[in-house]
């Protein structure tokens, strides 16, 4: 009989069956990385649109409002708020930055344990802020974007956070 280059049935069948159950055992494990991948950069984007604010109104000497979009699930604009009040006036006050909204997967909450800020985060001239959190959820984990008085920002994980509101928020 001559030698055949190829493989049998069987060999691909077994060798489908060990993928499958790789692919079964690792694809949970993998979900869970994404997940967190995408919380991570949600708070990141956050943390840009503070960061962002806080150098523009000590550059201008003016106040910089972070403003939620009609939900901070559905993303952010920063604006020179010529006028002071926490609202945003076109055309006079248009945006320098827009951040788009955030996955299905993941939410913002606010409220009592949740994040401090409704509407708004407003920079004064010289860079301060009034202290409070974001707080952004997935189905298994948070990221919390604490902004300190003094206007810097830090982001908290289940790992590293010190504070009661990290078990509560979501």
Known sequence: MANKNGFTLVE?????????ITMAIGLPSFQSTISSIRLTSVANAMVSALQLARFEAIKQRKSVVVIKKTTWENGWDVFIDTN??????????????????LSSTITAPYGTGKGTYSNYVSYNAN???????????SSSDFRSVVISSTGRVRVDTASNSKTTYATSGC
């Open 84 to 101: 002071g009040n926490h609202i945003q006036n076109l055309p006079a006050e248009p945006n320098f930055a827009t951040f788009d909204a």
């Open 12 to 20: 691909l069948l077994v060798v489908v069956a060990i993928i499958s």
């Open 127 to 137: 860079g301060s802020a009034n202290s409070g959190h974001f707080i952004f959820c």
